[in-house]
Each structure stands twice: as C-alpha cells, then as structure tokens.
C-alpha cells in the first residue's frame, strides 16, 4: 500500500542515528525541557533566522501560546484562513480571542490579502498567515497590511519547515512563527511537538513562562499552561533537522516529476509564487469527479487524502459561528475538488510512476476525458 505519508519510513531512513539518541535520553535522568530540548531551540532559530525558538508541546499549542504571549484574547479579533487545518482556528479559539475567516487566493491556495480590508475592525489584533501545503502566503501583500494597520503578524508555518519567501525562511518574518512537528510533517517527532520563533526577546521570554505555567523562578507571573516538550521528541527532532534540506529537496524532486508527467491530464497541478520556494508538504491537485478518482486509487493500493474536506466556517462546530468575508467561493470550491497525492522523501520513483499511471489510465479511460 502507498500512503498518502509514511513517517515510519523516515523513521528506517534514519534509524541507528534515532535510536542512538533516544538511548541517551533514556539513560540521562532529565525528560522534559532539558539539554535535548535547549539545543534543539538553538538549532532551529539558526535554521530559521531567528534570534529563539521555544519548543512546546504541539502546533495548536504553539498557536495558542503566540496569542496569548502578544495579549490577544477576550474580544479581539484574529484574520485567518478558512481552507486550513481546523487547529489554526481553534488555538484562536483557545486564546479566547474571536476567529474571523477570508478566503484563499484560487492559484495558491493561501489567505488572500485584498479580502483583509473587508474584515479589519477596531478588534483586529493579528493576522495569521497560513503557509499551506508547504507554499508561502503572499508575505509582501500580508506584511505591508499588519505594519500598516499596526497589527501582530503570526506565521502557521506547520506545513512550511524550510520553506522560503524571496529567499527568507518562513516563521522570521512576523511577530511570531508557528510550527507544528507532529509525525507526518516536514520536521515531525516520533509523537507531538511544536516549536515557535521570534526575535522579540522580550516575547521568547514570555512564551518560555506561558509553557510553563506563566512560572518566571517557580512563580506564575502569566497565567499560563502545561505546553512544555519532552526530551525524547527534541532529541528525534535534532536527528531530522540535520537532514530536512535534504528531505525537502527529495519532496520537491516529486513534485517536479508529478507536475511532469501529469501536466496532459485534465488535473489542476500546483502553482508556486515566483517569490517562493516550496517544500511540498502536501502535493494539492484539483479534479473533477473526485470520488471515483479516489476509489480507482484505492483499488490500486493507493491512498491519497483530503486536506482538507470541508472549509472551517462549513464545519459543525464553527458553522454559523465565526465570522467570515463575503466571498469564500475558493475555499469552498476546493473543499469539493482537491486530492493530495502521495509525497514523502522515501516516496520511491518507482511507486510515484505507478501512481501517474493508475492517474493516466483512469483519465484515459474516461467518460470525462475528452482527448480531442
Ligand atoms: C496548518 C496547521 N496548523 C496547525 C496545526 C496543528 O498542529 P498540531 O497537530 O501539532 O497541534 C497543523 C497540524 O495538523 C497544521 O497543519
């Protein structure tokens, strides 16, 4: 069977190295935010090009702590996306604060910034960009708005480690990066985890506290949480940093060979900005006809996703509660069209081949597949 993503193959990749260090936690004596989880911090505000990195215990977390670190909470508003992980609504949603959704631009699949002059109120706090699938969002057009209406810019860059806007990693450009490395991410523990950056000192300090119970010397100064992350999962995440340029650029190698070989087939392939450098955590394609493409795929061992099925404002638990722009066609549209192929950095060639050829026999096969 070929999953859709396939972290216990990254886990072989990089076996002897992982389980070397998870060996040396094991016979230490100190588990959660120790030497594993400092280093791990130093390493990956280098690897982002910030001045700190916090690790904490997962990407809502990390989204949440963000918030609550710039004082966003009861009553304020937060612009984000409504076509993305449920998670980045609700850590909004956990810091108190009120969840005002725009749509996603149709070519790239991340927040449209004209809709963000639609939404702005005297409540608007912050805008959370969304990097989905791995693509930048459209970081002039967001960051000149925040600067120009003197708003916090979060960064969800959980699908988006590596990543880069004009060169520049994304999570350096806001107040605050956001990432989540749960097992099938980019960078992803052997469980969860999450980490934030900054170069705000004064915010990485105060972040440090709210993981912690707010404690600054073992008294709570904020109000605070249990967000802290353990030393097995900094230590695993070390390992995988060392190599994620490398796994990034064997997910961009597929994704060039996808886009190749699919580019006759009545499919919708990914579009990158010409400003960015993607790191395909996802490979989005948009089709017609979307369940009998799914059950082909199935048939042949295949199991390709939905990310994701349903827009946040459409879904039971927000739907008629948050707010939203006008017009949310484009996330709405995707919601019914979009399939994610498989992509991963051990994806061999082999089996991305048979899936372009369960894709150009299902398409040549029919009914819709006008040749002419
Ligand atoms: C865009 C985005 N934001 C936030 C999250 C939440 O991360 P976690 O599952 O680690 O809490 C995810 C993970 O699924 C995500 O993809």
């Known amino acids: ?35 594993e989880v400092a280093l791990l911090e130093q390493e990956f505000a280098d690897y982002i090009g910030t001045a700190s990195a916090i690790g904490v215990a997962n990407g809502t977390d990390a989204i949440e702590l963000a918030l609550r670190a710039l004082n966003v909470g009861p009553g ?36 449209n910034p004209i809709q963000l002059k639609e939404v702005i109120t005297p409540k608007t706090k912050s805008v959370i960009a969304v990097h989905l699938y791995g693509q930048s969002a459209d970081m002039d057009a967001i960051t000149s708005f925040c600067h120009q209406h003197n708003i916090f810019l979060i960064e969800d860059a959980s699908q988006a480690h590596g ?7 994304l999570g350096s450009f806001g107040e605050i990066g956001c990432f989540s ?4 991410k980019n960078l992803g523990a052997i469980g969860d985890a999450g980490l934030i950056t900054t170069s705000n000192n004064d915010l990485a300090t105060k972040i440090r506290m709210l993981r912690e119970y707010g404690w600054e010397d073992r008294i709570s100064k904020y109000p605070g949480r249990n967000s802290r992350l353990d030393e097995l999962q900094a230590a695993i995440l070390r390992v995988k940093l060392k190599h994620l340029d490398t796994d990034n650029k064997k997910r961009c190698k597929l994704a060039r060979y996808y886009s190749d070989k699919l580019s006759e087939l009545p499919i919708q392939l990914p579009l990158i900005r010409a400003e960015a450098e993607s790191v395909f955590h996802l490979f ?23 990310h994701y099925p349903l827009p946040v404002h459409l879904q039971p638990a927000y739907k008629g509660r948050v707010l939203t722009a006008k017009n949310m066609s484009n996330s709405e549209k995707l919601a019914q069209r979009i399939i ?33």
Do not use: W
């Open 1 to 35: 069977m070929i999953t859709c993503a396939n972290p216990s193959e990254q886990f072989k990749s990089y076996q002897a190295e992982i389980e070397k260090a998870v060996i040396s936690v094991m016979r230490g004596n100190r588990y959660v935010l120790g030497k």
């Open 181 to 184: 490395c749960y097992p099938t």
């Open 340 to 372: 994610s192929l498989p992509i991963y950095p051990e994806l061999s060639i082999c089996d991305a081949k048979k899936i372009v050829s369960v894709l150009k026999n299902f398409f040549e096969s029919s009914f819709v597949y006008d040749k002419s």
């Open 76 to 111: 304020d508003e937060v612009i984000t996306v409504s076509h993305t992980a449920v998670a980045t609504v609700a850590a909004i949603e956990a810091a108190g604060a009120i969840p005002v959704l725009v749509d996603v631009e149709a070519d790239f699949y991340t927040l």
């Open 284 to 306: 989005v394609v948009q089709v017609e006809h979307r369940q009998d493409l799914l059950a082909t795929l199935k048939k042949e061992g295949i199991m390709a996703g939905i």
């Open 163 to 169: 990543a880069k806007y004009k060169g520049q990693r």
